[in-house]
């Protein structure tokens, strides 16, 4: 990767990468855009094999921040932090503050929150190094509850886009990790009578669900070959791939998963093969709207809205795929280019 020419592709605006050996911090922020606003994206820890696939993964998840942000209309760019390490083992109060003073050097260019591998009580530790964090246990906390009632309005549109009811009951929705989010979205799902299929590659986790739920619980390798109305991504991206494609027995794809196509390719054959898919960042838009309601007064009443207006959202993709026979992906891509357009001309 030559980091250069693919920010110059994809018009990044800053990578900054972050060393400190007393914390034992090496982490690195991206900002691909602030054309709409600061750009707001969450930190992930994660014990990356190399810190080629670090820069590779903060570089694609803030893009895909600017384009989740633009989609849900908020006024802010995108972008994203990572810090390398296992977040069983290598978590410290030291750590987050310093990671935290690294933000604040950015001078409020770049807001952080949780992602995979961090939690409330780390925004907690990175507030003691600035002020530009969200989700602390204090203010919010953790936005995966709302992450999953999106998810649930993009699944609801695609169903009625698919089969014109938007109607959840009696659905098989097979579940790839039950975390934060994939547990929130189990429990919604089971409200309204979906049959849910869960995995995890930590058993304990899935089992749990399994049995809170009444769920059906399969080995992680297995649940490409279920047979589902919903395939619903909650463990990491590039799920949709070489391999899975040809396995994948739905009718949709929806899930919280950020970029669950491994490559664009795979978008257009989702379409090829007559499965919808519900772009990622406008389904798990949830998460980011109550977050960025933090930066003004908190209204649950607004936020729920605007979560609910997924559903609207989804459905604009969806017609404009259609009107212009368009993959999915490229119909969200279309409106969300269009918008950090308009951001860039008024700033
Ligand atoms: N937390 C949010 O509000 C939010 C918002 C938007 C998007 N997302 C995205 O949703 C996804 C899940 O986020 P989260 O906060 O729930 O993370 P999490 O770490 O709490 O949960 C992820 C779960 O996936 C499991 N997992 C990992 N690899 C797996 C595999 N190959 N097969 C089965 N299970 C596997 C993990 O064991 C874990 O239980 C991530 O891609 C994240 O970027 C999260």
Redesign the pocket.
């Known amino acids: 990767m030559e980091l250069l020419k693919d920010m110059e592709k994809h018009d990044f605006e800053q990578l900054v990468v972050c060393q400190d050996r007393d914390a034992g911090l090496k982490a690195a922020v991206a900002i691909h855009s602030t054309a709409r606003g600061p750009a707001l994206g ?1 930190t ?1 820890m994660w014990p990356y094999a190399s810190e080629y696939e670090a820069f590779k993964d903060v570089l694609r ?1 803030a893009r895909g921040m600017s384009y ?1 942000n633009a989609m849900a209309g908020l006024p802010l760019g995108g972008g994203k932090g990572v810090i390398i390490g296992d977040p069983e083992k290598d978590k410290s109060e030291a750590l987050f503050r310093t990671y935290g003073s690294f933000i604040d050097r950015l001078q409020g260019w770049y807001l952080t929150a ?4 961090t939690c409330p009580e780390d925004m907690d530790c990175i507030a003691c190094g600035t002020k530009c964090v969200l989700g602390t246990t204090g203010k919010g906390g ?3 509850p ?3 009632r999106g998810i649930r309005q993009g699944m609801k549109a695609a169903l009625s886009r698919f089969c014109g009811k938007a109607d959840l009951a009696g659905r098989v929705v097979a579940v ?8 929130f979205l189990c429990r919604l799902l089971a409200e309204d009578g979906a049959k849910l299929v869960v ?4 058993q304990s ?2 089992e749990d669900i399994a049995s809170a739920l009444g769920a059906e619980k399969v080995a ?1 390798e297995e ?1 490409f070959d279920v047979s589902c109305d919903i395939f619903a ?5 590039a ?1 949709v791939n070489d391999d899975s494609i040809n396995r994948l027995k739905c009718s949709i794809v929806a ?5 669950v196509l491994a490559e664009e390719r795979h978008g257009y054959e989702l379409a090829e093969r007559g499965i919808l898919y519900a772009p ?1 960042y406008a389904v ?5 709207i109550f977050l960025a309601d933090q930066l003004e007064t908190y209204d649950p009443d607004k936020v729920m809205q605007r979560i609910n207006g997924i559903y609207d959202t989804c459905m604009e993709i969806f017609g404009l795929a259609e009107k212009e026979n368009l993959a999915p992906f490229v119909a969200a891509d279309t409106i969300a280019e269009q918008r950090m357009a308009k951001g860039r001309a008024e700033n």
Do not use: F, M, Y
């Open positions: 969450g992930r998840l989740k949780e992602d995979v591998g953790d936005p995966s709302w992450t999953a790839q990790g039950v975390g934060h989010v994939g547990a995995t995890d590659i930590n986790r899935a992680p649940i991504p909650c463990a990491l991206g799920v899930g919280g998963a950020n970029n990622d798990n838009a949830g998460g980011v």
